[in-house]
């Protein structure tokens, strides 16, 4: 049983930084990706942040480039995002999900958002102005 557990969200003022986590257990595949979407009120689902198991290469949405980071520690199975320069508009509920298993051939990657097919329960993010 494939489990995601997120940690880490909470409320910081607009310029801030958080670091979400996200605890992965109940797999043997050593071929996946990993990834946080988040989904704010009103608002479908969006993927944030990828990133693959075997290479650590990574994807990001564009509004998020250059201020988040995703990383991987696999001795721990746990993924991370780490956010800066923060903005209201990143407010939202964050997940953890993991495409599992993923062989990233014929063009495949881990932005493939809709080829997600865990997920975790979520950690709200509020970004204050």
């Known amino acids: 049983q494939v489990q995601l557990v997120e940690s880490g969200g909470g409320s910081v003022q607009a310029g801030g930084s958080l670091r979400l986590s996200c605890a992965a257990s109940g797999y043997t595949s050593t071929n996946y990706c990993l990834a946080w979407f988040r989904q704010a009120p009103g608002k479908e689902r969006e993927g944030v942040a990828g990133?693959?198991?075997?290479?650590?290469?990574?994807r990001y949405a564009d509004s998020v480039k250059g201020r988040f980071t995703i990383s991987q520690d696999n001795a721990k199975n746990t993924l991370y995002l780490q956010m800066n320069s923060l903005k209201p508009e990143d407010t939202a509920m964050y997940y953890c999900?993991?495409?599992?298993?993923?062989?990233?051939?014929?063009?495949?990657?881990?932005?493939?958002?809709?080829?997600?097919?865990?997920w975790g329960q979520g950690t709200q993010v509020t970004i204050s102005s």
């Open positions: 999900a993991a495409f599992l298993p993923a062989y990233l051939y014929f063009g495949t990657t881990c932005g493939d958002w809709n080829r997600y097919n865990y």
């Open positions: 990133i693959y198991s075997r290479s650590g290469s990574t």
